[in-house]
């Protein structure tokens, strides 16, 4: 199993531009979710998903969309880069079954906004 | 709003000692509280304590839920260099399955 992958680790856009952040799990975890990590903080929740098809915001969702199609694809797009959303993004996924609700990140994806 | 407060945000320490986080919470209906280490990387799950498995250990570490004070200490006997990382505490809810909330956090540095 490669877990929890997610492309690309590092990326630089510039103010105004889109884009992408992929998330892709082959443990057939039903839930994941999208975190945002900046310096001295926490994770912040992003949007999550409870199975293919249903998606809900979290904490900080604003200029980020998210859709679920397949259990295993959770893609993360940022609409407008703005400067304040340089940061460290995580994808998780949670097993669920058998009451085990801890999630597995991926590796990040460090992103800069200029 | 769930709320998670860890503290303190950071610990120096020096090797062989024993240190103690803490994590407090406010959530409606609680579920369970996950204990994660994050080293220069993505975080790894410690332990998890629900209101029917309130202590765990593994090893050097161990956990404990506190459920009339809303709390949780993690406590890391004889420490290592190995051991420094940030230590992240979050809660889940029943009523809203999937979502965690994470507190800021604790730093700690283990000095040889």
């Known amino acids: 199993n490669a877990g929890v992958t997610q492309t690309p680790k590092f990326q630089v856009l510039k103010t105004g531009q889109s884009m992408t952040l992929q998330c892709a799990q082959d443990?057939?975890?039903?839930?994941m979710s999208w975190y945002r990590q900046d310096p001295g903080m926490g994770l912040r929740l992003i949007h999550y998903?409870?199975?293919?098809?249903?998606?809900d915001q979290g904490e900080v969702p604003n200029g980020y969309n998210v859709s679920r199609s397949t259990t295993e694809d959770f893609p993360l797009r940022l609409l407008s880069a703005a400067p304040s959303q340089t940061s460290v993004y995580f994808c998780?996924?949670?097993?669920?079954?058998?009451?085990?609700?801890?999630?597995?990140f991926g590796p990040g994806t460090r992103l800069t906004v200029l | 709003e769930d709320k998670v407060v860890q503290s303190p945000l950071s610990l120096v320490v020096h090797e062989g000692d024993t240190v103690t986080l803490n994590c407090s919470y406010e959530?409606?209906?609680?579920?369970?509280l996950l204990w994660y280490k994050q080293e220069k990387k993505a975080p790894t799950f410690l332990f998890m304590l629900?209101?029917?498995?309130i202590e765990k250990k593994s090893g050097r570490l161990s956990s404990i839920l506190d459920k009339k004070e809303l709390s949780s200490i993690l406590n890391i006997t004889a420490t290592q260099t190995g051991d420094s990382a940030i230590y992240l505490c979050?809660?889940?809810?029943?009523?809203?399955?999937?979502?965690?909330?994470f507190g800021d956090g604790t730093t700690l540095t283990v000095k040889p």
């Open positions: 998903s409870v199975g293919a098809g249903i998606t």
């Open positions: 998780a996924s949670t097993p669920v079954a058998g009451g085990r609700n801890e999630q597995f």
């Open positions: 629900t209101s029917s498995g």
């Open positions: 443990m057939n975890h039903e839930y």
């Open positions: 979050a809660v889940e809810a029943w009523t809203n399955a999937g979502k965690s909330t």
């Open positions: 959530v409606t209906n609680f579920r369970s």
